[in-house]
């Protein structure tokens, strides 16, 4: 049940990302907004609800006005969401609606990271993390200017301090406002010792650590006070700045894996046969060239090539007797019979119509006749089962070509010189055997013809036919 509800997630997201509208996808950034804002709610009531603990951590008034204005970000949010549900179609103002929400987010967290104070965590992820999921939700230039105003503010706010400016925060601590003006207070200027900070970091202080900083019972009460201050605004950072950390790489891990998937999906469509599922022209085009001349195989003992070209006999006839329909589980159940008839090393392909390619690295010329007299015999035994309990057979021809031993050997030898001194990319690589291989499969096509020509369903050699100088001699010889 929950890997069905982890699939049915991806699905929506999926449906969200590539088909919804633009105003489904702004929909979608509001609600993420709505539960930020909401969780910020939840905070500050949970604050108020603990007020005698906490009040000598943050600055009341302050406190009111963060609470007043994410009050109304709940429910200017909540508004924006039921405004945004109502639409069947797109509106005509979307750009100024896409404004409207990310100006106020953005004035949002202008304010939140004013009356907080300025926290590395919480405004990277906001600075970063924000930004590029609404950049995929919603138009990007309004993004962007979000970007750039929130950058440009955490900037000024960074910089300001060192200029002796403190912008107002509902951040404090017991007794004092700031960090620095706490150890200058209680230990005079300059920075706090190690044996300061082994007081803070320590539950229990030894007799011996107080005594040696000559430090006070009460003294220590304020050190416990201010380092619970400490912790509390650590905790504080951490749960604005988390929930949306979580969210934005929990999408982003969805949309990877999708785009992944997406990714094997194009390659597989690439590389495959749409009707049949066996492999295409251009993938075994570029399979061949990758076995026959890749350098793994150069010093192999077997080094024979050899392509079968088959084509089902009188195949127009069995469209205009039987349909199209017909026709094309004849040739799926014909490319089934071939992958499983082939060894794993040999690739089969749909060459086009209803031809079919296949190749045989480091097979010799004999053994790929064998092979197609078995694959003739397989295909003339099958039967073609219809409704109401017809049936009928089909027949293929076969052509053979092999390129021997010492031919292979060369080419490779030639090949690899070729790659060193001129260090040629993969495509370039390709392109140069790419004459190559088709002269190869126009040799087995000329003995297909051949077959065809003496009555079909046959198997013909085109290494014989070159011998018997019944086609022209072949050039293999890398472009």
């Avoid at 003739?376 to 293929?396: C, G, N, P, R, Y």
Wanted: aromatic share 12%.
């Amino acid at each position: 049940m929950s890997m069905s509800f982890y699939r049915q997630s991806y699905k929506r997201l999926t449906q969200i990302i590539f088909e919804w509208q633009d105003i489904d996808r702004l929909s979608l950034l509001c609600s993420f907004i709505l539960l930020e804002v909401t969780l910020q709610w939840a905070w500050c009531l949970m604050v108020w609800l603990n007020h005698n603990q906490l009040n000598n951590y943050y600055n009341g008034s302050q406190f009111e006005l963060l609470w007043l204005w994410v009050t109304v970000a709940v429910l200017f949010y909540s508004w924006l969401l039921i405004r945004f549900n109502q639409y069947a179609t797109l509106p005509k103002n979307l750009f100024g609606w896409q404004t409207l929400l990310a100006t106020v987010y953005t004035l949002h967290m202008f304010i939140t990271t004013a009356m907080l104070g300025y926290n590395e965590l919480m405004a990277g992820v906001t600075l970063v993390g924000s930004a590029m999921l609404a950049m995929i939700l919603i138009d990007r230039k309004i993004v962007w200017l979000s970007f750039i105003s929130y950058f440009c503010f955490i900037l000024i706010v960074s910089i300001l301090p060192f200029y002796g400016v403190h912008l107002p925060s509902m951040r404090q601590y017991p007794g004092v406002s700031t960090y620095h003006e706490y150890y200058s207070q209680l230990f005079g200027q300059g920075s706090p010792s190690n044996l300061v900070n082994q007081v803070l970091l320590s539950t229990k202080p030894s007799t011996e650590l107080l005594d040696s900083l000559s430090i006070t019972a009460k003294e220590v009460a304020q050190i416990k006070a201010f380092k619970s201050s400490q912790l509390f605004w650590f905790a504080t950072y951490f749960y604005f700045a988390m929930p949306k950390a979580i969210v934005i790489v929990s999408v982003f891990r969805a949309m990877l894996s999708i785009i992944e998937r997406n990714k094997l999906n194009i390659q597989y469509n690439a590389d495959h046969d749409a009707l049949t599922g066996i492999k295409n022209r251009r993938c075994v085009l570029d399979w061949i060239h990758q076995t026959l001349l890749k350098e793994a195989n150069v010093n192999s003992d077997n080094q024979h090539y050899s392509v079968i070209l088959l084509d089902l006999d009188s195949f127009k006839a069995v469209n205009d007797t039987y349909g199209h329909q017909v026709g094309d589980q004849v040739l799926k159940e014909v490319a089934q019979l071939l992958e499983k008839a082939m060894e794993r090393q040999h690739v089969v392909s749909r060459y086009g119509g209803e031809e079919f390619l296949l190749a045989l690295p480091q097979t010799s010329h004999e053994t790929a006749l064998l092979i197609a007299e078995a694959l003739k015999k397989e295909i003339e035994a099958m039967v073609i089962h219809l409704e109401a309990d017809e049936s009928f057979q089909v027949t293929a021809s076969f052509g053979v070509a092999t390129l021997p031993h010492h031919e292979v050997k060369r080419l490779q030898a030639t090949y690899l010189q070729i790659i060193s001194a001129d260090k040629i990319k993969a495509l370039r690589s390709y392109q140069m055997s790419e004459k190559l291989i088709r002269s190869l499969i126009d040799l087995a096509d000329s003995a297909l013809y051949q077959a065809k020509h003496n009555g079909r369903n046959q198997v013909v050699s085109a290494n014989l036919l070159v011998i018997r100088n019944q086609v022209p001699v072949p050039s293999f010889e890398l472009v």
